[in-house]
């Protein structure tokens, strides 16, 4: 095998050929002429894709394989590492893009000769997008000849899709295979930060991981970003630059220490900074001109970015940080945000839903500050705004259009005329001199006190009479008793297993995954399973991948976690797209009922047998779940009876909700005083 031959490991080929992995510990214990491992551990070994490619064709398990796997695992198994691919792949689209007839002209010819050219060539585009000091070096002969091929594969993913979309699509997958080694920011809050900051030419971010805030930038000039990590550095300038006609300038460097731009005066700045630093400087930076609101204690780093972050501003431009909430209410911190009070800089605190960004436990909060233009009134008002109410369960649950909604229409006013009208429990405009107590305590929880839970007495007799309504329902609903005592036990039925059914065509199964489709679809996440309610993720914008989209009959079950549920699609559900952790099962109408399938994949002894068990997590693999061999008729009768037990069940779900609701609703009105004792 070349030395620069592409590899690809089990977990790659079951994507290939849409397969879950042990499908390939199948392949590879029954078939004698798999292809043998070429690298890789003995416990995660790696195959040549060329090999793997061809034994999946000749086996009628692949077709061809899809231009874009190819090129992923051209990069995932680039001999100088994922991100040095990536780095090459982004340099060569930005060549595509801006100099397509030289390309042209560099693909015409050898590999060796290609290899002799390129660096000229990169040298020129690399410093007219990115500058003469820039994160991205150009790569020199050596580094390139294991590229080549992945360079010509790129270009035709590039013909495809788009130079921009074929980088982002790399740079995704990239990302998805290393979740630990990145903090995100997800598009999201980085649109809502982007919208908070307004019009501007020039935007800097000194923080700027991945590019996500400046890649939600639209309009500017120029795009300034420095990042600690060099290989990021490095990727994020490659994706702004293949993103937007602006003038890109990303460094390398710590921000605090080493500031890249000493001299800029931003029309804006967005930022995520890192969280709880200890090591951000403190000893040697206390004497440093930032610091015009007050040295930051130790652990107040964040403090210490945002006044890097207005250092960085001309006069009345606006910065937009995303804040851990105890920075809005630590003592440590309290003299520099009065001072920030005091001299207007700091405009507006937006606490935003727990999920709502990494760490994805917390709700974080957005400050937005405005650099005081001298000799200009001091607003002396600042903004809250609490957009608690849109919480739901995870990250997957927030209804960003209402959060974008709910803070601009608080934001926009207040930004015109210094002040807005109170909405309680939602945004308050607060005179700066009631939060100048001895704690400086800004977070918008505690100046906006949330109205009643259930909205008052007479919505609080609406959910008692729900309430009366539903219980009266499920006790109508309640199943008879299983068996009169003392009757014999029923005999055992032969079983087959899930996994023999779909082998016999009785069913098909269909693993769920983050693919984006053409036009938007709801995704039914494995969240709105356990919980009984209805499709609520979104799709993840340019992955290129096609959903696999739910049909009213199919049976939906989660594999992670190791509890018994199974849910029957409805017409209300379907046409959703199958989100992650979750198995499709779409049984054939002719030999199986739905509702039979899903009741016995509930059993419990059926789930413990099918489980397999690590330190941290139970997996679930549904081929090994089993059901009894029935005629149709009688899968029908059980399925009848399933199928009244999931009507109890949802029956009772919803008394526990209207019963939380009810008693939430009566301590509120009777503390608040609208519900008389």
Known sequence: MPDNAAEVTAAGIARLAGVGRAAVSNWRRRHADFPKPVGGTETSPSFALADVERWLRAQGKLAEVPLRERVWQQVAGHPAGAVTALVHAGCALLLVR?????????????????????????????????????????PHRAELAPSVPLLRAVTDLAAETGARQAFEFLLGRHLDANPRQYTLTPPGPAALMAELAGPAGTVLDPACGTGALLRAVTGATALYAQETDPDLAALTALRLALHSGAEVRARTGDTLRADAFPRLTADAVLCHPPFNER??????????PRWEYGFP?????????????????????????LMPPAAASRRSG?????????????????????????????????????????????????????????????????????????????????????????????HRSVPVIELLD??????????????????????????HDRLTTVLRRTAELTPPPARTPGEPEPARLPG????????????????????????PHRVLTEQDVLAGQAPSGTLPEGTGEEPVLVRAGDVVVPVLGGGSVARVVDEATAGAALG?????????????????????????????????????????????????????????????RFRALAEFEEALRLAGRLGERLVQGMYDGLTDGTVEP
């Not at 068990?613 to 009848?640: C, I, K, M």
Request: overall charge negative; hydrophobic content about 45%; proline content about 8%.
């Open 279 to 288: 090591n951000w400087g403190h000893d040697e930076l206390a004497y440093d």
């Open 334 to 426: 309290r003299r520099i945000r009065a001072d920030l009070l005091r001299r207007g800089a700091l405009r507006a605190v937006v606490a935003l839903p727990a999920g709502a960004a990494p760490p994805y436990g917390i709700p974080l909060h957005l400050w937005v500050l405005r650099k005081p233009v001298a000799g200009a009134s001091v607003s002396p008002e600042l903004l809250l705004v609490d957009t608690a109410e849109h919480t739901d369960t995870g990250r997957d649950k927030l209804d960003w259009q209402a959060v974008h909604t709910a803070v601009l229409d608080a934001w926009a006013p207040f930004d015109r005329h210094g002040t807005v009208a109170e909405l309680p429990g939602a």
């Open 98 to 138: 801006d100099r397509s007839s030289g390309w042209l002209e560099l693909t015409a010819v050898s590999d060796e000769r290609m290899t002799a050219l390129l660096p000229t060539a990169l040298e020129e585009v690399l410093t007219l997008r990115l500058g003469v000091e820039r994160a991205v070096p150009t």
């Open 580 to 640: 992650r952790n979750l198995q499709l099962l779409r049984p054939d109408p002719a030999a199986l009922d739905p509702w039979f399938l899903a009741g016995f994949l509930r059993g419990t002894a059926n789930n413990r047998q099918a489980s397999s068990y690590a330190s941290t997590a139970t997996r679930l693999d549904v081929r090994r779940l089993q059901l009894p061999r029935l005629p149709l008729a009688d899968q029908q009768r059980y399925g009848e």
């Open 297 to 321: 204690a130790r652990t107040e780093s964040e403090l210490a970015w945002v006044q890097h972050a207005l250092a960085r501003l001309r006069p009345g431009g606006t910065a937009v940080l």
């Open 496 to 519: 087959v297993t899930v996994g023999e059914l779909a082998r016999t065509g009785a069913l098909e199964l269909r693993a769920g995954g983050t693919g984006a489709a053409p036009t």
């Open 438 to 463: 001895d704690d400086v305590d800004l977070a918008p929880a505690r100046h906006l006190p949330p109205p009643a839970a259930a909205g008052g007495a007479e919505e609080l007799a609406g959910v």
